[in-house]
């Protein structure tokens, strides 16, 4: 959530193809998420990156 | 009912319970340093949280600015006013910084007499709830970091030109909170025996401690002008222990209390005058209560709903107008409609010859134990299902440095349970309720000690619809966005 100490989510995206991952995130509750991916190349090279998902609606 | 019908715990069985008599705590208090010890460490965090709300990750949830300004510190805050008093104003970091500063320049000023009451201060607490709501500032690290400079800037300019506390008794919001809160208390700074007073020529405890020779004041007297033989509960009381150290015949401790005690009472208080009579304190009660519903809302699903609405009746697509409505309903037009009806009805009922305004200015203070339950259950909420989210956040900020001595951030350290910790927020709903329905049926009582019941009627009601309002939001699913209209 972009609020400051609401519960994380964690999941590993698994190879599904060829430089294709799948995760599986439920969204705990509405509003503002923000994803980081957190990923290792090959190289052992380590990058994070940020996707921002606003606007996240109730069921 | 005067002061000295108070329910007190002062029978001579059972004397008031001493925090200045604790070995160790005594000791401290008693200190002339004990102020600069405490605040010192708050000061660093808080140069701390500047530094990483500017320079740090802009992600709310891995931000010590963030995590610490609107989890942690909001927490222990009404935590601590809950089961202790204002011992936050006691360790507030702003007034450390004023005190070096007038090492250098010394005020010149007195605070001006039109503005020697809280409709300032009661009109930034206002302000600081709409820009938390406008700007979304729990989601921003940077808003934050300024948010504390604001604060430590707007202390150095007020007391610096002016004389006295008068940052603390007529500017600071957070303070307008704690005095308010610590209202209910367990704690107040107190004499200890009114004989001792009368007897006391000096009144160190108001003028301060002169210097014989040159008559310079060599430890200062109460700043916020309470004079502690007639002071009575913790409004306006920093606990800043000045009068402690003036006292030359150590006679002011630290005593317990019932809370909530200080409510019940309307005498002619040192420094503030009377509760019922004080429009600008009663307006603060109103917005300590319905702004911590109001508060509460802006962070559950309706909340967008009733936007979007509102936004679509009114043709406008920007935000602030719309929530200054919200606001306006929330803050005026819902507490002039539910405490004139009951003033009105508590006349009619219990034939009162009070006039309306005076009697909504006096039972207004009864709401504030509903008002403190809800920013308890509020704050508490994010308090413990965050409680250990301070440790990744603490651990990704000192790896960020280059030495990561306390390990990768262990993110998945959050809290407690939300279900855990939704027993406790019901737990300080029905608190805040029982307290504000017990003090206005005191109220009720000594107003009409014949119809006490027929007085009390329209005040419980009152708290019944705020206690249910406050229930109804606590099981509102949350949802907390920094884009309110564009859903």
């Known amino acids: 959530m972009s609020h400051a100490g609401m519960r994380p989510l964690f999941a590993e995206a698994k190879e599904a193809e060829p430089g294709r991952y799948l995760a599986h995130v439920e969204f705990q509750m509405a509003g503002d998420w923000v994803i980081l991916l957190h990923v290792t190349l090959a190289s052992g090279k380590k990058l994070e990156r940020q996707i921002d998902i606003g606007n996240v609606r109730p069921n | 009912m005067n002061p000295s019908s108070i329910p007190a715990l002062e029978t001579p069985e059972s004397l008031p319970f001493d925090l200045m008599r604790v070995p160790g705590l005594g000791h401290l208090f008693r200190s002339r340093y004990a ?19 500017l320079f740090g990750p802009q992600l709310a949830p891995k931000n010590l600015a963030t995590t610490l300004s609107w989890l942690h510190f909001r927490g222990v805050l009404v935590l601590v006013l809950l089961c202790a008093g204002n011992f936050f104003c006691l360790a507030c970091p702003f007034m450390l910084v004023r005190q070096w500063a007038r090492r250098l320049f010394k005020p010149r000023f007195a605070w001006p007499r039109a503005l020697r009451n809280k409709w300032l201060s009661v009109g930034l607490f206002v302000l600081i709830l709409f820009t938390y709501e406008l700007f979304d500032l729990w989601s921003s690290p940077w808003w934050t970091a300024w948010l504390i400079i604001a604060y430590f800037l707007a202390v150095l300019v007020v007391d610096g030109f002016f004389k006295h506390a008068s940052f603390c ?7 307008q909170f704690n005095f308010v809160a610590s209202t209910l208390s367990p704690f107040e700074v107190k004499v200890r025996e009114q004989d001792v007073c009368t007897r006391c020529h000096t009144k160190d405890c108001i003028r301060g401690r002169r210097e014989p020779v040159t008559d310079l004041v060599t430890i200062r007297g ?33 005593l317990s209390r019932l809370p909530g005690s200080e409510l019940l009472v309307d005498p002619l208080r040192s ?7 004080r429009k600008d304190l009663a307006a603060l009660a109103i917005v300590f209560t319905f702004g911590a519903l109001l508060n509460a809302f802006g962070m559950v699903s ?55 305004l005076p009697l909504a200015v006096r039972y207004t203070y009864g709401l504030v134990p509903l008002g403190f339950g809800m920013w308890l259950a509020h704050y508490c909420f994010h308090f413990l299902t965050g409680l250990y989210t301070l440790i990744p956040v603490t651990q990704n900020a000192v790896a960020s440095l280059g030495r990561p001595f306390l ?11 939300a279900n ?31 119809r006490p019941l027929r007085a009390f009627l329209p005040w419980a009601a009152v708290c019944l619809v705020l206690w249910f309002a406050s229930m109804w939001l606590l099981f509102q699913p949350m949802e907390m966005r920094a884009t309110l209209m564009n859903g």
């Open chain 2, 271 to 277: 420094g503030i005058g009377y509760f019922s009579r």
């Open chain 2, 35 to 53: 102020r600069p010890i405490l605040q010192t460490p708050l000061l660093a965090l808080s140069v701390v949280m500047i530094l990483h709300g």
């Open chain 2, 222 to 254: 109460c700043e916020l002008a309470l004079f502690q033989p007639s002071k009575v509960g913790n409004m306006d009381c920093t606990f800043c222990l000045d009068c402690v150290h003036a006292c030359p015949h150590d006679n002011i401790g630290i």
């Open chain 2, 302 to 356: 309706p909340v967008y709903a009733v936007e979007r609405w509102l936004g679509q009746l009114l043709h406008v697509s920007r935000e602030a107008p719309v929530l200054g409505l919200i606001f306006t309903v929330f803050l005026i037009v819902e507490p002039v409609l539910l405490l004139g009806m009951a003033a009105w009805l508590m006349r009619a009922w219990a034939g009162t010859r009070r006039a309306l």
């Open chain 2, 420 to 450: 855990v910790v939704q027993v406790v927020e019901v737990g300080f709903l029905v608190l805040g309720f029982a307290g504000s329905l017990a003090v206005t049926y005191g109220l009720a009582e000594d107003d009409s000690p014949h």
């Open chain 2, 407 to 417: 390990g990768e951030p262990r993110w998945n350290l959050t809290g407690l349970p």
């Open chain 2, 169 to 175: 008794k007529f500017v600071c919001p957070i303070g």
